[in-house]
């Protein structure tokens, strides 16, 4: 929905020609950005020819110049000598060739100097044509005599053959007619077409050429250069069976590959005309046909279409001019003009159409979309000064700047520079339409969409410009403040439009119309301004007076003007006139408002002080921007948003800060807040102009562009313009159809907006329109949320749309706390309102907790069910929904409401009346038979709430209560059965040896003896006791019951030898001196636990001296042996360590890569590494950084993979790696906590200074102590060394033999353990005496 705008016009005279000298051709010389024009001063034997260079900033020169032989062939061409001119620029040289036949070229780098070209061959028959290859390397022509040559770029020919011939070329398709009507079978349909196709076929058989047609051959070239087409006329005989046979003339299009081999011939075409252009981008040819005349096609004589052929040279498409004429049958000539020329631009996207009338020469410009050609531009051929018609020339495109293209006319050079486009309206909510205008010709296609979204090449509406005018405006715009728009179109003649578009989509015969446009003045502005921009606005929308600000050239000028004009009453005056600081190309838009301002082509921006007539400079661009736009106003500075032509999109502050927010932008609108752009990369970006503000403000800070919302679509796509009313974005496909995408961060901004303004109805039909979460209403604004709730109620006035909220606030993953205020808030205020109309939503409330509420909510229907039962009834139906069908049967029978919970079962898909109904049944009668505690026993059994079944059996009464202890025992609900009978002894007692025995079944023997004592079960305690070996309690127990005294040593022998068995000696010691009167034993038992003291006490006290050598002489030497065992094997583990660390550092410095790296994992800095797939994974370091950096971030699965490798690494400490070195390391660590316990046991054995050992035990202590001391000192010596201080550097290490890196300085090493120093209470375990 883009428009062609005039950027730039460059209107050239060449002030030196003779008299007859005309200027007949042009082409480009790119590297110097010059226009290379061919002038010719013809002559009945020789033709001269001058070469001039131009440039748009200084006059024309004459660099070159030839004498050609005139060809004597009349042709109807204004020149009827030059046949191509062409610039050469891998030789810098320009080829001339002439209707004569000559061919000539010369250098023409030197403008100092005039240089003669030299006539490099000659053709004595003459060219009809001749155009060379795009790379400049062949070229091909049409001699007078009918051959085809081609030549190379030294002029050499490479082949020569007849042009007319009966083949049809190698490629030539044989058309079978699959799938077309005449050869299917319709019955008299099928008929029909058959005979139609019949007579269109000798149609075409008997077509001749165009009464226009020049007679000349044509050739054009394919944009690769594999491919040329000729259009040539052919002589051809009509067959003998038709009326009038004779023999005529018709165009034929043949298609040649580079090398010459003609690979195909079209069909025929009757009313073929000589026009012909292949498109660069190779898809079709084009030509122009005639209809409605002797030999043409068949139509209407007004009919004359633009034809399209394949390379295979079958017919693919058309569409038809849309010239007025008049008929003349008078006349030699029937029609009043004529197509002389097609010409595509550089990337095909435009064809333009030379169009001779008998008023002068125009160019059309048309585009195509979505199947249909719109006409964008015409250009007129300037008047020529001696009054005759105007005409042009010649006619060429850049070949590398697609929107620039060139026509000279007799004595001028015509250059103009056009830019894509696109007429949106700009302006703000409320009052805004997204109204886009379409140039079609003489039709602007009106499409508001905010209203309706017409895909082109419909339309909401159309201006039309009546007829004989077909020419369309040079530019339109639409006003920021108005709904109006302003067409400008040649001589400064504007028209302006009042557009009065609805506010609503009609959907009534009694609704206005989408739009009713009305004519407001159209009329010429004065003043000798070329203008190629317009803009219009107004003081306000009630007033009558208007602004048109025009932007041009004067006549004989160079620079920009912005001249403004008023429009009043009526009238109109031209008030103030601004001259730009520079030469043309500049544009003019708003900044602020209705202010102006204007670009140069050095990227200044200009404020247009009209009133002053003052231009105050304000910013620069970084270059010059064709698509520009003010889109943000701060404090004290504009934002300018400008597009360059190379896909740079720039932002910049007139407080002088600026950045580029794309390097591939393809277009861009700013509006609702937000600046909206697309890129190449086939993403739309959404940015929030606060944002854009803060970050022009921090941009010398932080360069970094921020991550902002960027969507997908689809390739190509370009923005149309952005509605902010209904916070949607049209984005136009590059076939033509449309897409409208409502971008989230728009929508939320509006969305909030709304909530702070109170508006929560549009918030929450926006919100459920874009598929947002309705939490936004809350959680925007919490506080205002809750003080407006009733207003939010008031507002809202459909219940669906409250379920709806209260499911997303349900949802959401706020605390359960705090959704349960929300939603007993909202229930308050519909109660308030009117609880039958808000039943279901209240309900929602109560059914959206976390946990839900579904008692309370039954509780509510169960309160209405008196007063309305058919609303009761619709709510259950409803509440089913909510939760499930079961759930809620549950809850309804918890509740002991038979009724509720059969109304849910009725209205459950699940529930089976053969089986509820009985259920209930049973449950009646069971309340029939006993007290209703037996039928609230069922439910809650039924139900599982084993607690309350226990209490329904409670208040059934003391018959059930054997039941009720089997029922605690199933359910173990002993402490809460203590709890209900609590007061009843008896039955207390009973609960507590069901207790106790349950927990002497689990083998809590002490908790099960406490629950028999209470229930006086003290023979069951006894055993219990024993059983838990808590002799204390035992024993106590035993001697208040009055056990005898044998039972009391038995059971002391007994429980002696349990505890010694299971290592506590201590304890079995005193059980068998107190209870089992078992001296011996006892002392053996205290022996055997290490406690000699204790042991060699009792000796002494029970005059048992003899068991000093039976027993603990030798215990002791056992115990000395096992801690010299342990000492023993921690010092060789120590030592094996301590060399393994030796041989490790060895290794660590000749092979680090095997080393550091044993399951050959590849370095972040090796070269051929993979591109990693997943975004949020990276690695950091080398190699050998890996325990010495910081952990870097990666995916879970890598991380967890990490851990999970170490956890190995220290398990099974792989030998000859880093894992090893770590295990041993922590072992070592391990061994000063190992080495304390063995001292700790050396101190509480007799060694440690008992006088009355004997001299061969004191001689094993010292021996022992003076290895544990040894062992000490070792110890602390290899911590030391393994260890070393934190300001001690290690030794380098030379740089790895892989050479991917160098060792860091220091492996990060567990973390050194601490040996209690001398002085503490558990290492004073020396004895002084040894």
């Known amino acids: 929905m883009r428009n062609l705008s005039l950027a730039?016009?460059?209107?050239?005279?060449?002030?030196?020609?003779?008299?007859?000298?005309?200027?007949?051709?042009?082409?480009?010389?790119?590297?110097?950005?010059?226009?290379?024009?061919?002038?010719?001063?013809?002559?009945?034997?020789?033709?001269?020819?001058?070469?001039?260079?131009?440039?748009?900033?200084?006059?024309?020169?004459?660099?070159?110049?030839?004498?050609?032989?005139?060809?004597?062939?009349?042709?109807?061409?204004?020149?009827?000598?030059?046949?191509?001119?062409?610039?050469?620029?891998?030789?810098?040289?320009?080829?001339?060739?002439?209707?004569?036949?000559?061919?000539?070229?010369?250098?023409?780098?030197?403008?100092?100097?005039?240089?003669?070209?030299?006539?490099?061959?000659?053709?004595?028959?003459?060219?009809?044509?001749?155009?060379?290859?795009?790379?400049?390397?062949?070229?091909?022509?049409?001699?007078?005599?009918?051959?085809?040559?081609?030549?190379?770029?030294?002029?050499?020919?490479?082949?020569?053959?007849?042009?007319?011939?009966?083949?049809?070329?190698?490629?030539?398709?044989?058309?079978?007619?699959?799938?077309?009507?005449?050869?299917?079978?319709?019955?008299?349909?099928?008929?029909?077409?058959?005979?139609?196709?019949?007579?269109?076929?000798?149609?075409?058989?008997?077509?001749?050429?165009?009464?226009?047609?020049?007679?000349?051959?044509?050739?054009?070239?394919?944009?690769?250069g594999a491919f040329f087409v000729v259009s040539s006329l052919d002589p051809h005989a009509v067959p003998p069976q038709t009326i009038e046979p004779h023999t005529h003339v018709r165009r034929v299009l043949r298609v040649y590959d580079r090398s010459g081999r003609l690979q195909n011939t079209s069909e025929p075409v009757p009313g073929l005309?000589?026009?012909?252009?292949?498109?660069?981008?190779?898809?079709?040819?084009?030509?122009?046909?005639?209809?409605?005349?002797?030999?043409?096609?068949?139509?209407?004589?007004?009919?004359?279409?633009?034809?399209?052929?394949?390379?295979?040279?079958?017919?693919?498409?058309?569409?038809?001019?849309?010239?007025?004429?008049?008929?003349?049958?008078?006349?030699?000539?029937?029609?009043?003009?004529?197509?002389?020329?097609?010409?595509?631009?550089?990337?095909?996207?435009?064809?333009?159409?030379?169009?001779?009338?008998?008023?002068?020469?125009?160019?059309?410009?048309?585009?195509?979309?979505?199947?249909?050609?719109?006409?964008?531009?015409?250009?007129?051929?300037?008047?020529?000064?001696?009054?005759?018609?105007?005409?042009?020339?010649?006619?060429?495109?850049?070949?590398?700047?697609?929107?620039?293209?060139?026509?000279?006319?007799?004595?001028?050079?015509?250059?103009?520079?056009?830019?894509?486009?696109?007429?949106?309206?700009?302006?703000?909510?409320?009052?805004?339409?997204?109204?886009?205008?379409?140039?079609?010709?003489?039709?602007?296609?009106?499409?508001?969409?905010?209203?309706?979204?017409?895909?082109?090449?419909?339309?909401?509406?159309?201006?039309?410009?009546?007829?004989?005018?077909?020419?369309?405006?040079?530019?339109?715009?639409?006003?920021?403040?108005?709904?109006?728009?302003?067409?400008?179109?040649?001589?400064?003649?504007?028209?302006?439009?009042?557009?009065?578009?609805?506010?609503?989509?009609?959907?009534?015969?009694?609704?206005?119309?989408?739009?009713?446009?009305?004519?407001?003045w159209k009329g010429e502005v004065p003043g000798d301004l070329v203008a190629r921009q317009a803009l219009l606005w107004n003081?306000?929308?009630?007033?009558?007076?208007?602004?048109?600000?025009?932007?041009?050239?004067?006549?004989?000028?160079?620079?920009?003007?912005?001249?403004?004009?008023?429009?009043?009453?009526?009238?109109?005056?031209?008030?103030?006139?601004?001259?730009?600081?520079?030469?043309?190309?500049?544009?003019?838009?708003?900044?602020?408002?209705?202010?102006?301002?204007?670009?140069?082509?050095?990227?200044?921006?200009?404020?247009?002080?009209?009133e002053n007539e003052v231009a105050t400079p304000l910013v620069t661009l970084p270059e010059y921007c064709p698509r520009i736009q003010s889109v943000a106003r701060s404090s004290d500075s504009w934002v300018i948003c400008g597009l360059s032509e190379t896909g740079k999109l720039h932002v910049v502050s007139t407080n002088g800060t600026n950045a580029t927010l794309s390097t591939g932008c393809t277009s861009f609108a700013a509006g609702a807040g937000f600046l909206v752009f697309?890129?190449?990369?086939?993403?739309?970006?959404?940015?929030?102009?606060?944002?854009?503000?803060?970050?022009?403000?921090?941009?010398?800070?932080?360069?970094?562009?921020?991550?902002?919302?960027?969507?997908?679509?689809?390739?190509?796509?370009?923005?149309?313009?952005?509605?902010?009313s209904t916070m949607s974005v049209i984005l136009q496909a590059p076939r033509g159809n449309l897409e409208t995408v409502h971008p989230r961060p728009m929508v939320l901004s509006v969305v909030k907006d709304d909530i702070e303004e109170g508006d929560y109805r549009k918030a929450l039909l926006d919100c459920r329109r874009h598929r947002i979460d309705l939490n936004i209403l809350y959680d925007h604004e919490p506080r205002g949320f809750m003080s407006r709730l009733w207003s939010f109620v008031d507002q809202i006035e459909e219940v669906d749309y409250i379920n709806l909220f209260l499911t997303d606030i349900g949802k959401s993953p706020r605390p359960a706390k705090l959704t349960a205020e929300i939603c007993d808030a909202v229930r308050a205020e519909l109660e308030k309102k009117d609880v039958e109309k808000y039943i279901n939503s209240i309900l929602t409330t109560h059914m959206v907790k976390t946990p839900p509420d579904i008692e309370a909510g039954l509780a509510l229907?169960?309160?209405?069910?008196?007063?309305?039962?058919?609303?009761?009834?619709?709510?259950?139906?409803?509440?089913?929904?909510?939760?499930?069908?079961?759930?809620?049967?549950?809850?309804?029978?918890?509740?002991?409401?038979?009724?509720?919970?059969?109304?849910?079962?009725q209205h459950s898909p699940k529930k089976d009346p053969r089986e509820y109904l009985p259920f209930l049944k049973q449950l009646k009668e069971a309340g029939e038979v006993s007290r209703d505690g037996y039928r609230r026993f069922k439910i809650d059994d039924h139900l599982k709430r084993y607690k309350k079944a226990l209490q329904g059996l409670h208040d059934a009464g003391p018959k059930v209560f054997e039941e009720?202890?089997?029922?605690?025992?199933?359910?173990?609900?002993?402490?809460?059965a203590l709890e209900i009978w609590a007061g009843k002894a008896e039955s207390v007692q009973a609960i507590l040896n069901l207790y106790g025995e349950y927990l002497f079944e689990r083998r809590e023997f002490k908790q099960a003896a406490l629950a028999f004592v209470r229930a006086s079960k003290p023979q069951r305690a006894i055993i219990a006791y024993e059983k838990a070996y808590a002799w204390q309690e035992l024993f106590a127990l035993v001697v208040k019951e009055g056990r005898s005294f044998d039972e009391l040593l038995q059971m002391g022998q007994r429980v002696g030898e349990d505890l010694a068995s299971r290592k506590r000696y201590s304890e079995a010691g005193r059980v068998l001196l107190d209870y089992a009167k078992n001296v011996e034993e006892a002392i053996t038992a205290f022996a055997q636990g290490g406690d000699f003291p204790e042991a060699d006490r009792q000796c002494a006290l029970n005059s048992r001296m003899d068991l000093v050598e039976t027993i603990l002489y030798p215990e002791a030497l056992e115990v000395r042996y096992q801690i010299g065992e342990d000492a023993t094997e921690l010092k060789e583990q120590l030592e094996r360590q301590v060399e393994r660390l030796k041989e490790l550092k060895v290794k660590k410095a000749t092979d680090p890569d095997g080393f550091y790296n044993p399951d050959g994992e590849r370095s972040a800095n090796l070269q051929d590494v993979d591109v990693m797939t997943d975004a949020g994974s990276t690695v950091a370091g080398t190699i050998f950084t890996r325990y010495t950096a910081a952990p870097s971030s990666g995916t879970k699965k890598s991380k967890v993979s990490s851990k999970n490798s170490k956890k190995r690494a220290r398990k099974t400490g792989r030998k000859g790696t880093v894992e090893e070195e770590e295990y041993i390391l922590l072992s070592i660590g391990k061994m000063p906590g190992r080495l304390e316990a063995i001292q700790g046991k050396f101190i509480i054995t007799s060694f440690a200074g008992?006088?009355?050992?004997?001299?061969?035990?004191?001689?094993?202590?010292?021996?022992?102590?003076?290895?544990?001391?040894?062992?000490?000192?070792?110890?602390?010596?290899?911590?030391?060394?393994?260890?070393?201080?934190?300001?001690?550097?290690?030794?380098?290490?030379?740089?790895?033999?892989?050479?991917?890196?160098?060792?860091?300085?220091?492996?990060?090493?567990?973390?050194?353990?601490?040996?209690?120093?001398?002085?503490?209470?558990?290492?004073?375990?020396?004895?002084?005496?040894?």
Request: glycine share 8%; charged share 25%.
């Open 8 to 224: 730039s016009t460059s209107l050239l005279r060449i002030e030196d020609l003779d008299e007859f000298e005309t200027v007949v051709g042009a082409t480009f010389d790119v590297d110097n950005d010059s226009v290379v024009t061919v002038s010719e001063i013809p002559s009945d034997a020789e033709t001269s020819f001058q070469v001039w260079r131009m440039h748009t900033d200084s006059p024309p020169k004459l660099v070159a110049k030839t004498t050609c032989t005139t060809s004597g062939k009349s042709l109807p061409f204004p020149s009827a000598q030059l046949i191509s001119a062409t610039f050469l620029p891998e030789a810098r040289t320009v080829c001339v060739v002439s209707a004569g036949g000559d061919i000539a070229t010369g250098l023409i780098d030197d403008e100092t100097t005039v240089c003669e070209l030299e006539i490099v061959g000659s053709v004595e028959s003459g060219i009809e044509c001749a155009e060379w290859s795009p790379d400049h390397d062949v070229l091909a022509l049409v001699a007078g005599d009918g051959n085809i040559l081609l030549m190379t770029k030294d002029y050499e020919i490479i082949y020569e053959a007849p042009l007319r011939t009966t083949e049809k070329g190698e490629d030539q398709a044989v058309n079978v007619g699959w799938g077309s009507k005449e050869t299917q079978f319709h019955g008299t349909a099928g008929k029909g077409a058959a005979a139609a196709s019949a007579e269109q076929a000798a149609t075409a058989a008997r077509g001749g050429s165009s009464p226009d047609d020049d007679g000349r051959a044509r050739v054009s070239w394919r944009g690769d």
């Open 273 to 520: 005309e000589q026009g012909l252009a292949w498109k660069p981008s190779g898809s079709v040819i084009v030509s122009s046909q005639r209809f409605g005349f002797l030999g043409g096609g068949q139509g209407l004589p007004s009919r004359h279409d633009v034809v399209f052929f394949e390379r295979n040279g079958l017919r693919h498409g058309e569409f038809g001019l849309r010239e007025y004429w008049v008929p003349k049958p008078d006349t030699k000539r029937q029609w009043s003009y004529r197509v002389k020329e097609f010409a595509w631009n550089a990337d095909s996207t435009i064809l333009a159409a030379w169009i001779e009338r008998d008023d002068g020469d125009a160019v059309q410009l048309w585009t195509t979309g979505n199947w249909h050609w719109y006409l964008k531009q015409e250009i007129s051929a300037p008047s020529p000064e001696d009054g005759s018609t105007p005409r042009f020339t010649a006619v060429a495109w850049h070949p590398e700047q697609p929107l620039r293209i060139v026509m000279t006319s007799p004595a001028h050079v015509d250059d103009y520079c056009f830019m894509w486009d696109t007429c949106t309206s700009t302006r703000g909510p409320p009052k805004d339409t997204g109204t886009v205008a379409v140039v079609d010709g003489a039709a602007l296609l009106m499409t508001p969409f905010r209203l309706q979204v017409r895909p082109p090449p419909e339309s909401s509406y159309k201006i039309v410009r009546p007829p004989p005018r077909i020419d369309p405006p040079i530019h339109v715009s639409q006003a920021p403040n108005a709904d109006a728009l302003i067409c400008l179109f040649p001589n400064a003649r504007v028209e302006l439009w009042w557009l009065q578009t609805a506010k609503h989509v009609p959907r009534t015969p009694q609704d206005p119309d989408v739009a009713e446009p009305s004519l407001i």
């Open 539 to 610: 003081s306000d929308d009630a007033s009558e007076e208007w602004f048109i600000a025009l932007l041009g050239i004067p006549e004989g000028g160079r620079h920009d003007v912005v001249s403004v004009t008023t429009w009043r009453g009526g009238e109109i005056n031209e008030d103030y006139e601004v001259t730009m600081p520079s030469i043309g190309h500049g544009r003019i838009f708003f900044l602020d408002g209705c202010k102006l301002a204007w670009e140069g082509i050095d990227g200044q921006v200009t404020r247009v002080d009209f």
């Open 678 to 724: 697309t890129t190449t990369s086939h993403t739309v970006t959404c940015i929030p102009l606060a944002e854009l503000l803060g970050y022009l403000e921090s941009v010398e800070e932080t360069p970094t562009l921020p991550n902002w919302d960027a969507r997908r679509t689809e390739r190509g796509a370009r923005l149309v313009t952005v509605v902010p």
């Open 861 to 905: 229907l169960l309160r209405l069910r008196e007063t309305n039962p058919n609303l009761v009834e619709e709510a259950v139906k409803y509440i089913i929904f909510l939760a499930d069908p079961d759930t809620l049967f549950d809850v309804a029978l918890g509740m002991y409401d038979f009724s509720l919970a059969l109304l849910i079962a």
């Open 964 to 976: 009720a202890l089997t029922y605690t025992d199933k359910h173990r609900l002993h402490h809460e």
């Open 1250 to 1330: 008992n006088a009355t050992l004997i001299a061969s035990h004191q001689e094993e202590g010292k021996e022992l102590q003076r290895n544990l001391k040894e062992l000490e000192s070792k110890l602390r010596s290899t911590i030391d060394e393994v260890w070393p201080d934190e300001d001690e550097e290690e030794a380098p290490v030379p740089p790895a033999a892989s050479g991917t890196g160098s060792l860091p300085p220091r492996q990060a090493l567990p973390r050194k353990p601490e040996m209690t120093t001398p002085g503490a209470a558990i290492t004073e375990w020396e004895v002084k005496l040894l």
